[in-house]
């Protein structure tokens, strides 16, 4: 009854449980896996004061240095007189502090690459996700599983609105003077004249598009509700052995109660309240149920999610065009 607040919400949630949720928890595995490992490298001997910073791993590489050449005489003098010195052990010592310290180098200057490529997984599952929502929009309303409202709007709208600017700008500039004249026959005037166009386009584009998903998805909300009610009471009365009708009479009710239900949710979103012809089209264009106050504070998160969802596909369709 309240979908059309939550335009993206219900369908990027169905679609991410599907696809995404293991993408994140995969991830959220491998952190903890890390944090982990670098709780056990920080408890190691070497570590007690805590991780070395990179400086100092590198500190201790440079210091290591010395050591080599100490072994390098060493084996030198060991291959003229036959026997091995006792200072030998001390250089190996040093040696293994190094490599450990080294380890730690590599692994710290490493690290920042492996949590960028697990957060770029993680964003792309999402954007996955919210790209198979609006096909899934689209489907409940029977367009089809490849369709996108959106980008066909925002597409549909570009198309017809850039020749009637160019058309526009330049009928403008045929009445002005000729240093205006000569100023659009410019390459580099035309260059920043065909971004404004472009720009101004893809704004229009997105505004429509995000306007005409709001009504649609809303539809496609209420679908959804009603089904999700109609099931779950359907297997409540069924575990209380209170529901006991045949396969064919079975999916009659369901699909009566569902579109019964989807009625209903339409009407309360679209049509409550609404006295007249003009206060249809107000609701349908332009207002809408609000909701009440203490639900619209028990949903803040829920409202916090839907306004990032709508960035996402804001930023998305910017970046596409």
Avoid at 32 to 54: E, H, K
Avoid at 88 to 110: E, I
Avoid at 188 to 210: F, H, P, R, T, Y
Wanted: hydrophobic letters at 50%.
């Amino acid at each position: 009854f309240y979908g059309r607040r939550f335009t993206y919400s219900i369908l990027f949630w169905r679609a991410f449980s599907a696809n995404g949720w293991g993408v994140v928890r995969r991830a959220a595995a491998e952190l903890r896996q890390r944090y982990r490992a670098a709780q056990a490298a920080a408890a190691q001997p070497l570590f007690l004061g805590g991780l070395p910073s990179v400086q100092d791993a590198s500190a201790a590489a440079r210091g290591a240095v010395p050591w080599l050449q100490t072994v390098q005489d060493t084996y030198q003098s060991t291959q003229r007189a036959g026997t091995v010195p006792s200072e030998a052990a001390t250089p190996q010592d040093g040696l293994a502090a190094a490599t450990r310290a080294g380890s730690a180098l590599v692994a710290a200057s490493s690290e920042p690459e492996k949590l960028v490529e697990l957060w770029r997984n993680v964003y792309a599952a999402v954007m996955a996700s919210l790209s198979t929502a609006m096909f899934d929009g689209a489907n409940f309303l029977g367009m089809g599983t490849n369709t996108n409202i959106g980008d066909a709007v925002s597409r549909n709208v570009n198309r017809v609105m850039a020749p009637w600017l160019h058309s526009l700008i330049d009928a403008a500039t045929a009445r002005c003077r000729p240093e205006v004249r000569q100023l659009r026959e410019d390459p580099s005037a035309q260059k920043w004249m065909e971004l404004a166009v472009d720009g101004v386009c893809n704004s229009i584009g997105i505004a429509a598009a995000v306007f005409v998903e709001a009504r649609a998805f809303a539809l496609s909300n209420a679908r959804i509700g009603a089904q999700v009610m109609v099931r779950e009471c359907c297997d409540f009365f069924a575990r209380k052995d209170m529901l006991v009708l045949t396969a064919r009479h079975h999916f009659i009710a369901i699909r009566l109660a569902e579109w019964l239900l989807f009625v209903a949710g339409v009407y309360a979103q679209f049509l409550h309240g609404a006295r007249s012809t003009p206060g249809v089209l107000w609701n349908v264009f332009w207002g809408g149920r609000r909701l009440p106050s203490l639900l619209h504070l028990a949903l803040g998160p829920s409202l916090v999610v839907e306004s990032w969802l709508h960035a996402l596909v804001t930023t998305r369709r910017f970046g596409a065009a």
